[in-house]
């Protein structure tokens, strides 16, 4: 047996032109509802609303320094850990730029 759906669509009368945008009305709506559900449920399920998934930023860490949340050799540490965090990503995005440059160069000389 065929779903509702293929047999609007396997038969051409006007009466199920209507059936059909019906049916896509009816999605659409489901669609969009299931959207605004999920929304809703992560922002409800949020622990904090200013969470972006970056982390923290070295301003974050100075500022936790001044505020007295972070001692002096944990601010030392932390920020160490993120310099070297830092340094450690533009060494993959130079060696990514610098092995993209000599495949183009590779096949600019037809030696693939």
Not at 47 to 60: K, Q, S, W
Not at 78 to 107: I, N, S, Y
């Amino acid at each position: 047996m065929q779903p509702l759906a293929l047999q609007l669509l396997a038969q051409s009368t006007s009466d199920n032109v209507f059936s059909i945008v019906f049916l896509l009305i009816i999605l659409m709506v489901v669609v969009v509802a299931l959207f605004v559900g999920v929304v809703w449920a992560r922002k409800r399920l949020s622990p904090n609303e200013d969470f972006h998934g970056e982390g923290f930023t070295l301003a974050d860490l100075r500022q936790m320094h001044r505020e007295g949340k972070l001692s002096d050799e944990e601010f030392e540490r932390a920020r160490a850990k993120m310099v070297e965090t830092l340094h450690a990503a533009q060494a993959r995005r130079d060696a990514a730029k610098a092995e993209a440059a000599k495949q183009q160069q590779r096949q600019q000389r037809g030696i693939i």
